[in-house]
C-alpha cells in the first residue's frame, strides 16, 4: 500500500465559554466542499485493503448503512428524512444520552451540511457503550445560591451496554416531564421535554430499549425543527455484512493491527507528554498466544462485557473473552476474511454480542464510511490517534474531519459579574497585606514601625553576599526581629483584612452560584423551544 503524507496534528481545541459560543473547526461554510470533494476521492481511490479497492468498500459500506437507517426509521414508524443517497455522506455519534446542546449542535449541523451538499445525514447512537447514570440534572435554588438536583428517569441503574437495558412503564419515567416542568417552573422556564417524552414512551410500549426510547425523545425534537437525521445504532450496525467484514480484516490481522495501534496511541501520548498507560486508550496486549483487538464482546444476559481475544494458527482462527467463550473457525481455500464475516454474524445470531471500541468505531467510520465526520469537543482531541492508525495501518491519508460544538446556558438570570482574575486579585492583596502591612497603612501609622522594617530591609540587602559567620548569626538575629515588625504591622491592618475576607466569601459564592448559573452540561431537553431554536440558527447561520 502506498504510504500517506507525515500526519500533522490537530489544533487546540477550546470549549466555548460564553452564552452561545459556538466552536466549528473547520469552519461549517467550508464543510459541503470538504465532503464532496472527499468522496470524489475517495469513492476513486484504487488503494487496496483486503484484496478490494478503497472506492468499492466505500459504496458498500455506504449503501448497506444508508439502507439500514432507512429500515431503523421504519422500525420505529419514522419517515426516513429526505436524503440523496449518492450525494456526501455526513456522519457523526454520540452515546444515547439525553446530552447538553453543544452536542445537540452537531446532529443539527449533519442535517444542515448534508443540504447544502445534497447529501444524507447520519447519526450513529453508540448503545454499545456502557450507560451512564439514568438521571438528568436540574437548577434549584435561587440565583443567589443555586444548586443542582437529580431526577432520575429509569429505575434500573446498572453498568451496562446502553443496548442491553430495557426500560419499565413506571411513574419514574412516564412521569417525567412533569417533575422536570414543576422543578424548573421556580426559573419561569417551560421546557420542551413535555412536547418529545411521548416519543420516548411510545418507543418504550413497543418493548424498544431504554437508548432506542431516549433517542425517540431527541429524534422527535429534530424532526419537529425540521433537522432531522438517519439514525443507526451501533448494535444493529456491527451485524451488518460490511462492518463484520471490517471486523474480521482486523482479527486476521490481529499482530500487524495490534503494532500500528499501539505505535499509534505510544507516539499520542509522547506528543502529548502523557504518563497515564491508558489514556486514551489502553494498549492492545499479547496474552500468551493471544492477541487483545478492538472489540468487546459479551452474552445477552452477561453484567460485563470483555475484550475480544484472537489466536491464529494456518488452518484455523479462534476467538476468546479470556474466560468461557472460544469459538473456533476454520480457515479454508477460499475468501478467509468472507468466510470469518460470516462466521462472526453466525455467533453473533446465537447470543455473542460483538461491538467496536471507541476508537475502532471512528476508524471504521472514517475510512469506509463517512465523507465528512463531525466530532465533539471529546472525540476530536483523540482523532491524531485515529489518523496516525490509519496512515499506518491502511497506508492511506487521513480524510479531514469537523469539530462542533457550542454552549448555551439555561435562563437562570444571567451569571453574576465576577471572574476568577477577581478573585486572583484578591488573594494577591490578601498575600501582599500579611507580608507587606506598612504598604496599606496611613502616612501617620505606626510611623516607628515601619522605619523599623525599612532599615532592616537596608541591612538585609547590604550584607546579601556576606557569607562571614558574623553575618549568618546576623540574619538569623533579623529573622525574628522581621518576624516581631511584621506581627505588630499586622496589628493594625485587621479591619482591612477582616473586609477582604469577606469580599473573597462573597466572590467565591458567586463563583460558585455561576458554575451552575453558566453550566453548559444541562440536558437540551430542559431548554424552552425559543431559545432553542435561536441557538441552532445562529450558529449554523453560516450554512443560509
Not at 460470516?342 to 446465537?350: A, C, D, I, P, V
Not at 465528512?372 to 495501518?393: C, N, Q, R, S
Not at 488573594?427 to 502616612?443: E, G, K, P, T, Y
Request: glycine share 6%; proline share 6%.
Amino acid at each position: 500500500m502506498p504510504v500517506s503524507s507525515p500526519i500533522i496534528a490537530p489544533q487546540s481545541r477550546r470549549i466555548p465559554q460564553h452564552d452561545g459560543g459556538v466552536l466549528a473547526d473547520p469552519p461549517l461554510r467550508h464543510g459541503a466542499r470538504i465532503a464532496t470533494e472527499t468522496q470524489h476521492i475517495l469513492s476513486s481511490s484504487d488503494i487496496r485493503i483486503a484484496g478490494v479497492t478503497l472506492g468499492n468498500w466505500r459504496d458498500d459500506v455506504a449503501a448497506d448503512t444508508i439502507a439500514a437507517a432507512c429500515e431503523y426509521a421504519t422500525h420505529n414508524g419514522r419517515v426516513p428524512p429526505p436524503h440523496d443517497p449518492t450525494g456526501p455522506l455526513i456522519v457523526g455519534g454520540h452515546q444515547p444520552t439525553l446530552f447538553h446542546c453543544g452536542v445537540l449542535l452537531k446532529n443539527f449541523g449533519l442535517s444542515r451540511l448534508a443540504q447544502q451538499a445534497q447529501g444524507t445525514a447520519l447519526n450513529l447512537i453508540v448503545d454499545n457503550d456502557i450507560s451512564t447514570p439514568h438521571h438528568l440534572a436540574l437548577p434549584d435554588g435561587s440565583r443567589e445560591q443555586p444548586a443542582t438536583r437529580l431526577v432520575p428517569f429509569s429505575t434500573d441503574n446498572s453498568a451496562r451496554p446502553w443496548e442491553d437495558i430495557k426500560p419499565s412503564l413506571s411513574a419514574t419515567f412516564t412521569g417525567l416531564p412533569d417533575r422536570v416542568t414543576d422543578a424548573l417552573s421556580r426559573w419561569n422556564i417551560s421546557p420542551v421535554l413535555p412536547s418529545i417524552w411521548p416519543a420516548a414512551i411510545s418507543s418504550a410500549e413497543k418493548g424498544h430499549g431504554l437508548a432506542e426510547c431516549l433517542s425517540a425523545a431527541r429524534i422527535s425534537l429534530q424532526d419537529q425543527f425540521g433537522h432531522g437525521t438517519l439514525e443507526l445504532p451501533i448494535s444493529r450496525l456491527a451485524t451488518r455484512q460490511p462492518f463484520l467484514r471490517f471486523m474480521a480484516m482486523v482479527l486476521l490481522q490481529a499482530d500487524r493491527f495490534q503494532g500500528a495501534y499501539n505505535r499509534a496511541l505510544n507516539s499520542y501520548r509522547k506528543s502529548n507528554r502523557i504518563r497515564s498507560r491508558t489514556h486514551p486508550a489502553a494498549n492492545l496486549e499479547r496474552i500468551d498466544s493471544w492477541l487483545e483487538t478492538p472489540f468487546w464482546c459479551w452474552k445477552i444476559g452477561d453484567t460485563h462485557r470483555r475484550r475480544l481475544l484472537v489466536r491464529a494458527t494456518d488452518t484455523t482462527i479462534t476467538i476468546s473473552d479470556g474466560s468461557t467463550l472460544e469459538e473456533d473457525c476454520r480457515l479454508g481455500s477460499g475468501s478467509n476474511l468472507d468466510n470469518l464475516a460470516t462466521q462472526l454474524g453466525h455467533w453473533q445470531q446465537g447470543g455473542l454480542k460483538i461491538r467496536p471500541s471507541a476508537l475502532s468505531t471512528t476508524l471504521f467510520a472514517r475510512v469506509f464510511l463517512a465523507d465528512l465526520f463531525i466530532h465533539g469537543i471529546g472525540g476530536a482531541k483523540y482523532d491524531e490517534v485515529t489518523d496516525a492508525l490509519m496512515a499506518d495501518f491502511f497506508g492511506i491519508a487521513p480524510p479531514e474531519y469537523m469539530t462542533l460544538s457550542g454552549t448555551l446556558h439555561l435562563p437562570l438570570g444571567g451569571c453574576h459579574d465576577v471572574s476568577q482574575d477577581d478573585r486572583s486579585r484578591l488573594v494577591s492583596r490578601r498575600r501582599r497585606m500579611i507580608h507587606n502591612a506598612q504598604d496599606f497603612l496611613s502616612d501617620g501609622q505606626a510611623v516607628e514601625l515601619r522605619e523599623r522594617k525599612t532599615t532592616l530591609i537596608a541591612q538585609q540587602q547590604a550584607d546579601r553576599l556576606d557569607n562571614s559567620d558574623s553575618s549568618i548569626r546576623n540574619r538569623q538575629i533579623r529573622y525574628h526581629e522581621f518576624r516581631d515588625v511584621n506581627r505588630e504591622l499586622n496589628r493594625h491592618t485587621i479591619g482591612a483584612r477582616q473586609a477582604l475576607e469577606g469580599d473573597l466569601q462573597e466572590i467565591d459564592r458567586q463563583l460558585n452560584a455561576n458554575s451552575v448559573l453558566a453550566s453548559r452540561e444541562f440536558s437540551f431537553c430542559l431548554f424552552p423551544e425559543t431559545p432553542l431554536r435561536e441557538f441552532f440558527d445562529n450558529s449554523l447561520a453560516d450554512l443560509n
